[in-house]
């Protein structure tokens, strides 16, 4: 396996009271639209600057120092060895792999349509695999809303951030299964192509803590900004282990 961008969707509208957004299908702002502009360049910019070397943590994810924790991490654990950075790329996507839902098919369309002008062909296939978490009965709720109507629930899903289920929800546990299972499949189609994952913020966390070999308890201690995007060295994303 060539390797795997993941890239997270542009900005949503502001949401003060902090309601949850699970798999409501919410559409990007125009400044989400333009993030995703300007990720898709840099993505171009560093394969090309990096010429098959991996560029520095912090530029290939866009999250500083909390991304070269966790990458350094897996460095420990043999994902990134001195002197073999060559096989690593970043190297150009062929295939844009997205969640189903819309904020993530446009945010697929505006990479498409930059690679495009660069003159590099990219093909889209939406896969429900790639949603966000279901809330089931949260969605558009507030903490509060939450609390008053199943008192003590909240917590719960806090100590038990793998399985906790919301009412007519789904657990991160699912989530991750169902998410690995996409990759795994579109990575036996493409065995040799770098792919690129466009997805949520709740998805891209299971991922990392399956590529990281960190337990989901950690699920939301992975920053994921908006945008931001991530390159995983040349492995199958079911190995138990990075390379």
């Known amino acids: 396996m060539a390797g795997l961008w993941l890239l997270r969707h542009g900005s949503l509208p502001p949401n003060p009271e902090r309601r949850f957004v699970g798999a409501r299908d919410i559409a990007l702002t125009a400044a989400g639209r333009e993030q995703i502009r300007q990720a898709a360049r840099?993505?171009?910019?560093?394969?090309?600057?990096?010429?098959?070397?991996?560029?520095?943590?912090?530029?290939?994810?866009?999250?500083?120092?909390?991304?070269?924790t966790a990458v350094a991490e897996a460095a420990e654990r043999g994902a990134l060895r001195e002197g073999e950075s060559g096989r690593y790329g970043p190297f150009l996507p062929r295939y844009i792999i997205c969640s189903d839902l819309g904020r993530c098919r446009e945010s697929a369309r505006l990479v498409q349509e930059v690679f495009h002008a660069r003159g590099h062909a990219i093909d889209i296939f939406p896969d429900a695999g790639l949603r966000e978490i279901s809330l089931g009965l949260w969605e558009g709720l507030t903490v509060a809303e939450v609390e008053s109507r199943w008192p003590g629930s909240h917590a719960a899903r806090g100590a038990d951030m793998a399985g906790f289920v919301p009412p007519q929800g789904e657990s991160f546990a699912?989530?991750?299964?169902?998410?690995?299972?996409?990759?795994?499949?579109?990575?036996?189609?493409?065995?040799?192509?770098?792919?690129?994952?466009?997805?949520?913020?709740?998805?891209?966390?299971?991922?990392?803590?399956?590529?990281?070999?960190?337990?989901?308890?950690?699920?939301?201690?992975?920053p994921q900004h908006y945008a931001c995007r991530i390159w995983l060295p040349g492995q199958d994303i079911g190995e138990s282990t990075p390379l």
């Open 42 to 68: 840099a993505l171009l910019t560093e394969c090309g600057a990096a010429n098959g070397l991996p560029p520095s943590v912090a530029a290939a994810t866009g999250q500083g120092r909390h991304a070269w």
């Open 174 to 222: 699912a989530v991750q299964a169902r998410a690995v299972a996409c990759v795994e499949r579109w990575q036996a189609r493409y065995p040799d192509e770098c792919l690129l994952l466009v997805s949520h913020a709740g998805v891209l966390r299971t991922l990392l803590c399956h590529w990281l070999a960190l337990p989901l308890a950690e699920v939301m201690r992975i």
